[in-house]
């Protein structure tokens, strides 16, 4: 445990450490876009980069030969994805299916740092003398809002750009003012604003979705995490927690690879989902 606890915390404030980002400042109002969650910001660029590196990768060894295990798992990954988009984007797809086999990957991998043990980054902190310096540390991008809500928003660019490459910035418009209700003049306003709030309502549901499931097996960890702190080898019952511990955090973790797969996928067919919507017309 790092130096900003104290050495026996009850379980609120152990949870309540381990929630914590690493910020830039300390966070005093419920909405402050200056403040800067630094590991969020780390972890998503360094699983970003490692993403680039394995399809770099990927690229690179092909060979028409026999297949390695590597390439025939990016094949298949490939070749899902563009089945997925081929049957929901009906356009050119050059720019589309690369994209949601990036972000499948970016997420799941993002996704994955949850498997790591809960204590363990802080542990490594207060080794190495940094506790001071990082009095919390969060290892998930996707447990934290900001982060999810990010990528979000950069899928909400790529549905402007589309209604706008496609329809033209006048037939984007159009459609803003003229669906659900129809061109009349007298509709207009409220066309618009349906429409915006549908371009909200995507945006913040699709990051808000990832957040959901990803905090909560995050607090579950934490919660097993609990479980096994109240274990010792002596006469009693106590060594329960021990066996409660390894058996709730080995199951729990199984079934987390569905979940964190699982979600990866749904945030790739949501973002095809939507850039499809951007190609058609009302």
């Known amino acids: 445990m790092v ?31 200056s403040i800067i969650n630094i590991d969020t910001l780390f972890w998503s660029i360094f699983m970003g980069l490692i993403t680039i590196v394995i399809l770099a990768l990927a690229a690179c060894t092909v060979t028409p030969d026999v297949p390695s295990r590597f390439q025939c798992a990016i094949e298949m990954l490939v070749e899902m994805v563009e089945n997925q988009s081929k ?41 190495i003398g940094l506790s001071n310096i990082i009095p919390h540390h969060r290892l998930v991008p996707t447990a934290d809002l900001n982060g999810t809500l990010g990528i979000a928003l950069g899928v909400l660019v790529l549905m ?49 979705r990832l957040f959901g499931n990803m905090y909560a097996g995050e607090l579950l960890f934490l919660l097993i995490a609990l479980l096994g702190s109240i274990w010792g080898f002596g006469a009693d019952t106590t ?17 987390h690879i569905l979940i964190v797969l699982l979600q990866a996928f ?12 951007a190609h058609e017309s009302h």
């Not at 152990?14 to 914590?20: A, K, P, T, V």
């Not at 086999?101 to 809960?118: E, G, K, Q, R, Y």
């Not at 003049?185 to 604003?193: D, F, K, R, S, V």
């Not at 945030?267 to 919507?277: E, K």
């Open 239 to 255: 060594v329960l927690g021990f066996i409660g511990h390894v058996l709730a955090g080995s199951i729990w973790a199984i079934f």
């Open 3 to 33: 130096a900003s606890v104290r050495m026996n915390p009850d379980p609120s404030e152990y949870i309540q450490h381990h929630l914590q980002n690493f910020a830039s400042k300390q966070q005093t109002s419920i909405l402050d876009f």
């Open 266 to 277: 749904i945030f790739m067919m949501l973002t095809l989902v939507y850039l499809g919507q």
């Open 87 to 127: 049957a929901i984007v009906y356009g050119n797809r050059r720019f589309i299916a690369p994209l949601a086999l990036t972000l499948f990957l970016w997420v799941a991998l993002m996704n994955s740092l949850d498997f790591i043990p809960v204590d363990l980054p802080g542990s490594l902190i207060h080794w």
């Open 160 to 208: 402007l750009y589309y209604n706008v490459k496609i329809k033209g910035f006048k037939g984007f418009v159009r459609e803003l003012i003229s669906a659900p209700f129809g061109p009349n003049p007298l509709l207009w306003l409220p066309n618009l604003l349906l429409n915006i709030i549908e371009l909200l309502a995507k945006t913040v549901s699709l990051g808000m």
